[in-house]
C-alpha cells in the first residue's frame, strides 16, 4: 500500500505516505531531475560553439600586417559597443599587454558585415571584434597574461641579443630593474574563443 487514509473527526481524510509510498515518491521525482539533466545536455550539445583558433587570414578574409617594431607592453582600450555580456566587470577602459609583430587594421573589420569591432586602443589599435551574435570573438592581445610574462620575454630576447624595446607602461617608472605593474586584470575571466594575432 503506498498510503494510509485518515480521518479526523469532522470527517476530512488525509492520504499519509507510507513508508513505500515515500521511497517510490524520491525514485520519480530522482527520474524526472536525471531526465531533465539529460535534456539541458543535449540542449548545451546543440548550440554549443567549439572554440576556434584563428591565424587571422583564415576567418572572414581579414588580413595581418607586417609592424615595423614589435607591439610590446601594456596599452588602455576602449569599449566601442556598451551593454555586451563579455564585458560584464570591465570599465569603459581597461589596460592589455600585447605582444605581436603583426596588426589587423580597423578599417578591414569594418569592411565584413559579419563582424563588429567592438573594443579597440588608439595606440594598439584592433583589440577585439565579434561575429555571429557574441557566439565568436577574435582577440588580438593577452589578458591571460601573469605579471611576469613580458618581463620574462623581454629579458630572454636581450640575453640572446635579440634586438627589442622595453615593454611600454609596463614596469614601474618604465625602469626595468624595478617590478611589472600589472595594470590589467591578471588572469583574466574572459572567455577567449578565437585569436587574430598571436
Given at each position: 500500500?503506498?498510503?494510509?487514509?485518515?480521518?479526523?473527526?469532522?470527517?476530512?481524510?488525509?492520504?499519509?505516505?507510507?513508508?513505500?509510498?515515500?521511497?517510490?515518491?524520491?525514485?520519480i521525482?530522482?527520474a524526472?531531475?536525471?531526465?531533465?539533466?539529460?535534456?539541458?545536455?543535449?540542449?548545451?550539445?546543440?548550440?554549443?560553439?567549439?572554440?576556434?583558433?584563428?591565424?587571422?587570414?583564415?576567418?572572414?578574409?581579414?588580413?595581418?600586417?607586417?609592424?615595423?617594431?614589435?607591439?610590446?607592453?601594456?596599452?588602455?582600450?576602449?569599449?566601442n559597443?556598451?551593454?555586451?555580456?563579455?564585458f560584464?566587470?570591465?570599465?569603459?577602459?581597461?589596460?592589455?599587454?600585447?605582444?605581436?609583430?603583426t596588426?589587423?587594421?580597423?578599417?578591414?573589420?569594418?569592411?565584413v558585415?559579419?563582424?563588429a569591432l567592438?573594443?579597440?586602443?588608439?595606440?594598439?589599435?584592433?583589440?577585439?571584434?565579434?561575429?555571429?551574435n557574441?557566439?565568436?570573438?577574435?582577440?588580438?592581445?593577452?589578458?591571460?597574461?601573469?605579471?611576469?610574462?613580458?618581463?620574462?620575454?623581454?629579458?630572454?630576447?636581450?640575453?640572446?641579443?635579440?634586438?627589442?624595446?622595453?615593454?611600454?607602461?609596463?614596469?614601474?617608472?618604465?625602469?626595468?630593474?624595478?617590478?611589472?605593474?600589472?595594470?590589467?586584470?591578471?588572469?583574466?575571466?574572459?572567455?577567449?574563443?578565437?585569436?587574430?594575432?598571436?
Amino acid at each position: 500500500m503506498l498510503y494510509t487514509a485518515v480521518t479526523n473527526d469532522w470527517g476530512e481524510t488525509t492520504y499519509i505516505p507510507t513508508t513505500l509510498g515515500n521511497v517510490l515518491l524520491v525514485i520519480i521525482l530522482a527520474a524526472l531531475l536525471a531526465a531533465a539533466v539529460l535534456f539541458a545536455r543535449m540542449q548545451m550539445k546543440k548550440t554549443a560553439v567549439a572554440p576556434t583558433v584563428s591565424d587571422g587570414d583564415h576567418f572572414y578574409g581579414v588580413p595581418k600586417y607586417p609592424l615595423k617594431q614589435k607591439m610590446f607592453g601594456i596599452f588602455r582600450h576602449h569599449i566601442n559597443v556598451q551593454g555586451l555580456p563579455i564585458f560584464r566587470g570591465f570599465d569603459d577602459e581597461f589596460f592589455v599587454p600585447h605582444s605581436r609583430h603583426t596588426e589587423i587594421h580597423r578599417e578591414d573589420i569594418l569592411k565584413v558585415k559579419e563582424l563588429a569591432l567592438i573594443a579597440e586602443s588608439d595606440e594598439s589599435g584592433v583589440y577585439m571584434a565579434m561575429a555571429r551574435n557574441g557566439r565568436e570573438f577574435f582577440i588580438t592581445g593577452h589578458s591571460e597574461y601573469s605579471p611576469y610574462t613580458l618581463d620574462t620575454e623581454y629579458k630572454r630576447d636581450l640575453g640572446k641579443g635579440l634586438p627589442i624595446e622595453m615593454p611600454v607602461n609596463y614596469y614601474k617608472d618604465d625602469n626595468p630593474d624595478n617590478a611589472p605593474y600589472p595594470r590589467w586584470c591578471v588572469g583574466a575571466d574572459m572567455p577567449i574563443c578565437c585569436f587574430l594575432i598571436g
